[in-house]
Nanobody
Framework: QLAESGGGLVQPGGSLRLSCAAS????????IGWFRQAPGKEREGVSC???????HYADSVKGRFTISRDNAENTVYLQLNNLKPEDTAVFYC?????????????????WGQGTQVTVSS
């Protein structure tokens, strides 16, 4: 199972670092994806990372978000920089065997409970 943490309230232009930790097992060869869901909107893929560390990003977050992975600690991080009000959402992490595919949300499993990110002045 995966568990997210690190969300909170931040002003526009601020930063947060989210964590996605695996419990009861290891990340192994799973790709780990970050998704977000804003009120009234569908859940969308934000970023994903495979075991080797190769990252993938949605166009909306390129240059602002950075994903990283610590296989020894069984944790994936998502650094959120230059946050905007439109980034406000619940952020979730989930696992998919081997490869990333942010367009195939249904192919991910082991979803965490989510962590709220609110960007507001």
């Amino acid at each position: 199972q995966l568990a997210e943490s690190g969300g909170g309230l931040v002003q526009p232009g601020g930063s947060l670092r989210l964590s996605c930790a695996a419990s009861g097992g290891t990340l192994g060869y799973y790709a780990i994806g970050w998704f977000r869901q804003a009120p009234g909107k569908e859940r969308e893929g934000v970023s994903c990372i495979v075991r080797s560390g190769s990252p993938h990003y949605a166009d909306s977050v390129k240059g602002r978000f950075t994903i990283s992975r610590d296989n020894a600690e069984n944790t994936v991080y998502l650094q959120l920089n230059n946050l905007k009000p439109e980034d406000t959402a619940v952020f979730y992490c989930a696992a998919r065997p081997f490869a990333c595919d942010l367009d195939r949300r249904s192919s991910y499993g082991h979803w965490g409970q989510g962590t709220q990110v609110t960007v507001s002045s």
